[in-house]
């Protein structure tokens, strides 16, 4: 295991599978262009160490130029790639070989297509030493590729994260945090909050309420609670990108957590997607939904019944508990397509005492 910068990475590909990889390909390119004087271009920054030993092991005479191509910063590909710098030599009518660390999503394939075309050269083929076909979106032709890989991180043999890892002779992957993140939902009068406050303490996990979060960030006049308060004093909704701002301060919170309850977030599909985009900046993503599942009418008698006690005008009306229930419904449904989708959706059925659907939830938790 490494360490680089902020996140953390495990062993993934040898030496020894790096190196049968590059002799298998370089067996491929010398039996096609030995008698053919060709080009390499590698791309840097990548490339260079890959690119140095195809061109050790070529048995032909050959020329060889790097070219600059930037497509990554961080984890992620930036989707544009820059013209190409440090070609000092003529292509025309030449044999090219470019050689490339690593081919994804293919944005650096197809600007390296329109500038050959505008070469003249004779042919030009791609060699790789890593190929995502998850992650590959264009039709360009990859002719030599090493190996196969998953759309996972990867650093090493040339491959960096933020400047670093570079020189490590082997290569890893990006380590995912072994984190339990909930969506727990439930209507009005399932007992969420009760389930939250049991669970948090049995998994050791970080309860985030959304209604908490806001209440706090505005009692402490904090920046985005102030910005939040802007528009409610308008009687506008918060704008998603306000609350998940919010929310990613409660992760940073607790750097160390083994999981988080979210309740009361997500409410929307777009919301869901901003919540996976956020805890894909923290390695990590939803474990699970759960909704609590209730009869109706078990729900407008729990209600009524703490209606009694609770001092809450909307605990006490039926009229307004069948549309806060509807409400729910409707916004669960959403979530619930989303979630079954990546297959994280589950339905506890939420009726008896404390302990035993805690029970019936934690059999899902235990299984995950």
């Given amino acids: 295991m490494i360490q680089l910068h902020d996140l953390r990475f495990e062993p993934f590909i040898s030496e020894e599978r790096l190196t049968a990889s590059i002799d298998k390909v370089s067996e491929q390119i010398n039996r096609d262009y030995k008698d053919k004087t060709p080009v390499f271009l590698g791309i840097l920054n990548g490339a260079f160490m890959f690119a140095s030993e195809i061109i050790k092991r070529f048995e032909g005479d050959c020329e060889v130029a790097f070219v600059k191509l930037g497509s990554y910063e961080g984890t992620s590909t930036t989707g544009k790639?820059?013209?190409?710098?440090?070609?000092?030599?003529?292509?025309?009518?030449?044999?090219?070989?470019?050689?490339?660390d690593i081919v994804d999503t293919g944005n650096t394939l197809a600007a390296i297509d329109l500038i050959l075309n505008g070469k003249n050269v004779a042919d030009y083929k791609t060699v790789t030493l890593f190929f995502k076909p998850e992650a590959y979106q264009k039709g360009y032709n990859v002719d030599y590729i090493g190996l196969e890989i998953p759309n996972d991180f990867i650093v090493g043999y040339g491959l960096?994260?933020?400047?670093?890892?570079?020189?490590?002779?082997?290569?890893?992957?990006?380590?995912?945090?072994?984190?339990?993140?909930?969506?727990?939902?439930?209507?009005?009068?399932?007992?969420?909050?009760?389930?939250?406050?049991?669970l948090k303490v049995k998994y050791n996990l970080v309860h985030i309420s959304t209604g908490d979060v806001f209440r706090y960030n505005i009692k402490n006049q904090t920046e985005l609670g102030l910005h939040a308060k802007s528009f409610m004093d308008k009687g506008?909704?918060?704008?998603?990108?306000?609350?998940?701002?919010?929310?990613?301060?409660?992760?940073?919170?607790?750097?160390?957590?083994?999981g988080f309850i979210f309740d009361g977030f997500p409410r929307?599909?777009?919301?869901?997607?901003?919540?996976?985009?956020?805890?894909?900046?923290?390695?990590?993503?939803v474990t699970a939904m759960i909704a609590l599942e209730v009869d109706d009418e078990v729900l407008v008698e729990r209600l009524l019944e703490r209606g009694k006690t609770s001092g809450r005008p909307d605990d006490a009306d039926e009229a307004i508990i069948r549309n806060r229930i509807e409400v729910y419904y409707d916004e669960t449904s959403i979530l619930?397509?989303?979630?079954?989708?990546?297959?994280?959706?589950y339905g506890v059925t939420g009726v008896g005492s404390i302990e035993e659907i805690t029970g019936r939830i934690s059999k899902v938790i235990d299984s995950l």
């Fill in 81 to 100: 790639v820059d013209t190409m710098m440090g070609l000092n030599m003529s292509l025309d009518n030449r044999h090219v070989i470019v050689i490339e």
């Fill in 160 to 198: 960096d994260y933020n400047g670093l890892g570079r020189n490590l002779t082997q290569v890893y992957k990006l380590k995912k945090q072994d984190m339990k993140n909930l969506v727990l939902f439930g209507p009005p009068g399932a007992g969420k909050g009760t389930q939250a406050d049991v």
């Fill in 336 to 345: 619930k397509d989303f979630y079954e989708k990546q297959g994280k959706y």
């Fill in 236 to 258: 506008q909704l918060v704008p998603d990108d306000v609350t998940i701002k919010m929310l990613g301060a409660e992760l940073d919170k607790n750097p160390a957590a083994n």
């Fill in 268 to 285: 929307t599909a777009a919301q869901a997607e901003a919540l996976s985009d956020l805890l894909a900046e923290k390695n990590t993503d």
